[in-house]
């Protein structure tokens, strides 16, 4: 939450170069750098976030039973992700001094948070840089604890990137996307914290939900989802957000190490519908060091799975609403400067759980910050929660 009080950590910038926001000594820096790293234990968002919640014990939905059969089928389990680099959505983990780029919007600019954003021109893409599928990149910055997740995604020769979704998610809080708006998954979920991923199976423990999909949801959601795609108007379908649990009663004895630490996750954490597409598909990270025992996960059958009461439901009209941020202030220290020359950016806001200053900065953790304009620049102070976006702009001039 960003206040006129502050927030944890600190940010410093610069507009008109292309250094990075820098970042503190927070609890993300121990993620490593690199494609497909080790996060080194940190777990994104709070241990009180959905995602990271143990549904071992919650009771079943009423309509469980229905909805498993009718719904999902009489399918096993898929793992959509292997050995080959392009089978899986891959992440890469940049520190706080990646060059912040542009990234131009395009079919959900008004629901996308904007640039700039720290995203390598090599960054990898989901399928490969041909691929014609969702093309997500995910990036995660270790300086500054922000993830950044892009849909549709695509590099220019100056390094700027092109997406049709953009959405930056704080890893340190519980943030939500607003209400009915879309991030780079259907759902309005984050995508990465529901990957499987190889670091998490080697030091075997996972502590948070899968991310799958079904083909046919309805217009609805559940928490944690804040967004619909529904393509079926039958209301018995599930909603987004849908989780489902692996029966405490399934035995899992005679499967491998790993593949034991991958179905306990999914006893004590379960998977979140999180998109349409093939019936249990579930999502992970592309690695070399997967083995052939992945393919033993494709003998769970979707019988041994049980839906988790779902309470709220949320349809297009009764989904909850409340006060946008307040932005109070949003001041420069100079109305004119040299170019090149330093002028620091000032806001207070309220009811904001996390901020984004636009050309320049990008997400920030602090109430200010540093920038030098080359020329004439308009800043805009996004301020984002759950129930929607304020804006702000101030202009310094530069002769």
């Given amino acids: 939450m960003v206040s006129s009080g502050g927030s944890v ?13 820098g970042g503190g000594n927070l609890s993300c820096n121990v993620m490593s750098t690199g494609q497909g790293s080790s996060l080194n234990g940190f777990v994104p968002f709070t241990s009180s976030n959905l995602w990271n919640t143990d549904i071992s014990s919650a ?17 096993n389990i898929h793992p959509d992700w292997g050995n080959d680099p392009t089978y899986g959505i891959p992440y890469v983990v940049v520190d706080g001094k990646q060059p912040l780029v542009n990234v ?17 021109p090599n960054a990898p893409i989901e399928g490969g840089s041909s691929s014609t599928g969702d093309r997500h990149v995910l990036v995660l910055d270790n300086g500054n604890c ?5 849909y549709n995604s695509s590099v220019n020769s100056d390094g700027s990137w092109n997406a049709d979704s953009t959405a930056v998610w704080d890893l340190l809080s519980d943030e939500q996307r607003p209400y009915t708006w879309t991030s780079a998954d ?5 995508i990465f914290p529901g ?45 987004m957000g849908m989780r489902l649990r692996l029966k405490s009663s399934f035995n899992i004895s005679g499967f491998s190490s790993q593949m034991q630490v991958i179905l306990k996750a999914m006893q004590h954490y379960g998977m979140i519908l999180a998109d349409n597409g093939s019936s249990l598909f579930v999502t992970g990270v592309s690695d070399s060091r997967w083995g052939s025992d992945l393919d033993s996960l494709k003998t769970v059958p ?23 941020p307040v932005i109070s202030s949003f001041t420069a220290s100079a109305a004119h400067v040299a170019s090149n020359g330093t002028v620091i950016l000032s806001w207070t806001v309220s009811g904001a759980d996390y901020v984004i200053v636009s050309p320049g900065p990008g997400a920030v953790r602090n109430t200010n910050v540093t920038v030098q304009p080359t020329s004439t620049t308009t800043y805009t102070l996004y301020a984002t929660n759950q129930y929607g976006r304020t804006t702000a702009t101030v202009t310094v001039n530069v002769p």
């Fill in 146 to 150: 922000f993830l950044y997740e892009l």
């Fill in 186 to 190: 259907a759902a309005g979920l984050p």
């Fill in 104 to 120: 131009n919007l395009d079919a959900y600019g008004d629901e996308s948070d904007p640039g700039p954003m720290p995203v390598p």
């Fill in 9 to 21: 950590g600190s940010s410093s910038g610069t507009s008109g170069s292309n250094s990075g926001t």
């Fill in 302 to 324: 979707a019988s041994a799975f049980e839906v988790v009461k779902m309470d709220p439901v949320y349809t297009g009209s009764n989904y909850p609403t409340g006060p946008s």
């Fill in 59 to 75: 009771p079943v939905d009423p309509n469980s039973n229905a909805i498993m059969t009718n719904w999902v089928g009489s399918v």
């Fill in 195 to 239: 990957l499987v991923r190889y670091d998490e199976v080697a030091s075997g423990k996972i502590q948070h939900a899968f991310r799958f999909t079904l083909p046919k949801t309805r217009a609805a959601f559940t928490p944690p989802a804040s967004h619909y795609a529904g393509n079926t108007g039958d209301s018995t379908a599930p909603p």
